[in-house]
C-alpha cells in the first residue's frame, strides 16, 4: 500500500475545480504537505496506509476560505465605532485611535486574534493590509495560517514609517525577509487613490512590474471618493490608476462599487481583479457593488471580509450568504451569484487574485492540503439536498470543525492546535480597556 501522511474520508468532498461538482464518500489524500488523490473512499482504503485517519462521515470538505481583503490588527477595534459613514468612521474614530494606540504590540495581539477567529471559521488565507506587516506575517506564520502580507503605503505618516519612501523601502526589505516563509507572500498596498499621491503609485507600478508583485487597494468604495477626486483632477480613480500603469492583472482593487459600464470593461480588458465586501459595505452604507456585470464581464471576483472595525467580523460564511442575496437583489435576478460561483469567489477566485491558483483554492492533486471540514447534520442543517446550496445558505462558521493548512491540522474538533485562545482573550481585554480610554 501507498504511504501518506493523513487520509481525510468526508461524505461529501467539494472541489471547487470543476465548479458545482460534489463528489459523496469521497476521500482527500495528503503526503508532504500537498493533495495526492481525490478518489472514492472504498478506493483510497484499498490504496493508502496513512500515519493519520480522519473519518468525517457527516460533513462537507471544501477548499480552504480565503479571505481576499482584510486588516487584521483592526480585530481590536471591533466595535469601536459603529453606525458611522466611511469618512466620519476613519477621521474621526479610527485614524485617531490608530495614531495613540498602533505600534508592534497592538499588531501581534490583533493578528492573534484575527487568525484564531479566522482559523475557527475555515479560513486558510488572508489577504492583509495595515502598519507593521512584519509582525502580522510573523503571527500568521507562527499560527501555520498561509497569508498575503500587504506593503502599506500612504502619504501621512504613522509609527510604522515617515512618509511614502520609507513605507516603500519597509516593504521591499519585509519582501526580501521572508523569501524562505512558505505560507507568506507580499503585495503593495498603497491604501487608496485618496491617500496615496501620484508619485508614490507610479514608483509602486513599476516596483510590482519588476517584481511581479499584486497591488492591493481600496478603490471606488463611496461616491464621494469618486466626486473629490474629480473635483480635485478631473478624473475618476480608476482612471488615474490606469494613467498610473496601475491597471493590469496584479491589481486586486477593492471594493468596486461605483463603476461606469466603460470601467467594467476596463477592468476586464486589464484582466483586473475585484475584491467584493458586501457586509463591510453595507455596514458603512457605500453602495451595492454591481457583482453580476462583473462576473458577466469575466472579471475574476473574490470575497472578503473587510477588518472586523467595519464588519464586524472574520466570517467568510456569512461573506458567501450576503453576497449571494445581495447580488440578487441588485441584479433583479434571482440566478444571479448562484451557490456554487459564491463558494468559487471565497476560495479560487480569491486564490486567483493573489497568484496562488496554482498552489490552493481547490482541491486538485499536486496542491496544498489546505481543507476545511463543515458538520452538516442537526436540525438547522437538515434536510439537505445540494450540499453547495447548503453550505452558502444555511451553514454558518459554527459548523466547522477541522482545518488543515499544508497537511497541518489547525483546528480540530473546533480546538485551535497552534494558538493559545485563553492567552488572545486576555490580551484582547487589555486593550479594550485602553481603547474605552481613549475613546
Known amino acids: ?57 457527516e460533513h462537507a470538505l471544501i477548499p480552504g476560505l480565503i479571505n481576499a481583503h482584510t486588516h ?23 485614524w485617531p485611535a490608530e495614531q495613540e494606540h498602533v505600534g508592534p504590540e497592538f499588531v501581534h495581539d490583533g493578528v492573534q486574534s484575527a487568525c484564531a477567529e479566522m482559523v475557527s471559521g475555515g479560513v486558510t488565507c488572508f489577504n492583509d493590509m495595515y502598519f507593521f506587516p512584519e509582525v502580522a506575517a510573523r503571527v500568521a506564520s507562527q499560527a501555520g495560517i ?54 508614490a503609485l507610479e514608483r509602486i507600478a513599476v516596483l510590482a512590474g519588476e517584481l511581479d508583485a499584486p497591488v492591493h ?10 466626486e473629490d477626486a474629480q473635483r480635485q483632477s478631473g478624473a475618476r480613480p480608476l482612471q488615474r490608476l490606469h494613467e498610473a500603469g496601475l491597471v493590469n492583472p496584479s491589481l486586486i482593487a477593492v471594493h468596486m462599487i461605483h463603476l461606469t459600464d466603460r470601467e467594467i470593461s476596463l477592468v476586464a480588458a486589464a484582466n483586473a481583479n475585484v ?96 481543507l476545511t471540514a463543515i458538520r452538516l447534520t442537526g436540525v438547522d442543517a437538515e434536510p439537505l439536498y445540494h450540499p453547495i446550496s447548503q453550505l452558502v445558505y444555511v451553514a454558518n462558521r459554527e459548523q466547522v470543525t477541522d482545518v488543515w493548512v499544508a497537511g497541518r491540522q489547525l483546528l480540530r474538533e473546533r480546538a485551535l492546535t497552534t494558538i493559545n485562545i485563553g492567552a488572545v482573550l486576555d490580551r484582547m481585554g487589555i486593550w479594550q480597556e485602553r481603547l474605552r480610554a481613549q475613546a
Open 146 to 199: 498561509r497569508a498575503c502580507m500587504g506593503m502599506i503605503v500612504i502619504d501621512f505618516p504613522s509609527a510604522y514609517a515617515s512618509g511614502p519612501h520609507e513605507y516603500v523601502e519597509k516593504g521591499l526589505a519585509l519582501r526580501d525577509s521572508l523569501r524562505g516563509d512558505p505560507l507568506i507572500t507580499t503585495a503593495f498596498a498603497p491604501h487608496a487613490p485618496y491617500t496615496v499621491g501620484d508619485d
Open 1 to 57: 500500500m501507498e504511504q501518506i501522511d493523513t487520509l481525510i474520508d468526508a461524505r461529501w468532498v467539494i472541489p471547487v475545480e470543476p465548479e458545482e461538482l460534489v463528489l459523496e464518500h469521497h476521500s482527500v489524500a495528503v503526503r508532504d504537505g500537498r493533495i495526492v488523490g481525490v478518489l472514492p473512499t472504498a478506493d483510497a482504503a484499498r490504496r493508502f496506509e496513512a500515519a493519520s485517519h480522519a473519518e468525517l462521515s
Open 275 to 370: 475584491v467584493h465586501c458586501p457586509e463591510s459595505n453595507l455596514k458603512l452604507a457605500s453602495g451595492f457593488c454591481p457583482v453580476q456585470r462583473l462576473l458577466d464581464a469575466g472579471i475574476n471576483v473574490a470575497l472578503g471580509t473587510d477588518g472586523a472595525a467595519s464588519n464586524n467580523d472574520l466570517d467568510m460564511f456569512g461573506e458567501m450568504r450576503t453576497a449571494a442575496l445581495l447580488a440578487k437583489g441588485v441584479a433583479g435576478d434571482a440566478s444571479a451569484l448562484p451557490a456554487a460561483r459564491a463558494l468559487t469567489m471565497a476560495t479560487l477566485n480569491g486564490a486567483r487574485a493573489l497568484g496562488l491558483d496554482e498552489s490552493v483554492g481547490s482541491l486538485v492533486p499536486g496542491k496544498f492540503a489546505d
Open 72 to 94: 487584521a490588527a483592526m480585530n481590536l477595534m471591533r466595535g469601536l465605532a459603529d453606525d458611522l459613514p466611511l469618512m466620519t468612521w476613519l477621521q474621526e474614530h479610527i
Open 217 to 226: 487597494m481600496h478603490v471606488h468604495e463611496t461616491a464621494f471618493e469618486v
